[in-house]
């Protein structure tokens, strides 16, 4: 009762004018929220009455109150996709645990949005469903040895497959593969086996390469002990060489003063009797004196027996 008699009180232009603000207050709200700020590495995708309109990038943009609307909110940041370990079978049938992880991005916000009904939930089945291929058509062991070609293949195949998507794949890695338990203690037991293998050929090899290096050790000694020993019979060849010359110099030498002497017989008989008493001053029994000796010797009574 009291807010009506205030209202008859005030007249009809001034509620007029309450009402004037009251409307310009509601449409200054309305403006100020159609205002949308679209972060950078985002885009908005925009319905009006239910019907795509438009896409907004980097800015910011005015959406119309009850005829448009935010139909999604799209990063265009790289996105990772960690997705749950995959139970599969190779051919050789041997079941095993395999999770990959999933690098992309979105190129097209529209297709994102409207080209499958759950882009992560998709990508992750689809994911799954290559794996399986993939593994299918190799073996245990080439799946243990083939990281780099199971992810190029899937790349190669994930990237195709999502380009209805608006998605571009850009790398993709198998995370971890782990075989049964039955197959890993096989393969440790042959890891142990093939380890204890190449130490058995490394200590193998050490030995032969120390039996090798002691063999040329002694080989090398060998050969400069020969060389030393060869030097050593040289040099002694030559010093006895050396020794002879000189005394056969020597003896030309008192040859040559001899003849340069020029003594007389009598002479030359004396000193080859000299030459024979040092001859019997040694062992021999027999000795056989020349007669031009003889003769000397007769001589040399002659001269005695005159003194």
């Known amino acids: 009762m009291d807010n009506l008699r205030v209202l008859e009180g005030l007249g009809t232009g001034a509620i007029v004018a309450i009402i004037l603000g009251i409307l310009v207050f509601i449409l200054v709200l309305i403006i100020i929220s159609g205002i949308k700020i679209v972060k950078q590495t985002q885009e908005f995708i925009i319905e009006r009455l239910g019907k795509y309109r438009t896409t907004w990038t980097t800015g910011m943009h005015f959406l119309w109150p009850f005829l448009d609307k935010i139909a999604s909110k799209v990063s265009k940041k790289e996105q990772i996709g960690d997705f749950p370990p995959q139970a599969v079978i190779t051919k050789d049938n041997v079941t095993m645990q395999i999770d990959t992880v999933v690098f992309y991005y979105v190129t097209d916000s529209k297709l994102f949005t409207y080209g499958v009904t759950d882009p992560t939930s998709a990508l992750e089945k689809l994911t799954a469903t290559t794996l399986r291929n993939i593994i299918g058509e190799l073996d245990l062991d080439t799946t243990l040895t083939s990281r780099d070609t199971i992810n190029a293949k899937m790349k190669e195949i994930l990237d195709d497959a999502t380009d ?9 890695e198998v995370k971890n593969i782990l075989p049964p338990k039955d197959i890993r ?3 440790e037991r042959q890891m142990r086996a093939e380890r204890e293998k190449r130490e058995k050929i490394l200590l193998a090899e050490g030995q032969k390469q120390s039996e090798i290096l002691i063999a040329e050790g002694l080989k090398e000694s060998a050969i400069l002990k020969a060389e030393a020993e060869k030097i050593s019979a040289i040099k002694k060849a030559e010093g006895q060489a050396e020794s002879i ?8 030498d008192a040859i040559k003063l001899i003849n340069e002497a020029q003594p007389s017989k009598q002479v030359i008989q004396l000193e080859s009797l000299k030459t024979l008493e040092k001859v019997a001053d040694g062992q021999a029994t027999k000795i056989i ?3 031009e000796i ?7 009574d002659i001269i005695n027996s005159d003194k």
Do not use: Y
Request: glycine share 4%; aromatic share 4%; proline share 7%.
């Open 289 to 291: 004196v020349p007669s």
């Open 164 to 172: 209805p998507w608006g998605i571009k794949v850009t790398r993709v």
């Open 294 to 300: 003889q003769n000397l010797a007769s001589l040399k």
């Open 245 to 252: 010359l000189k005394v056969k110099e020597a003896e030309a």
């Open 185 to 187: 203690e096989a393969m």
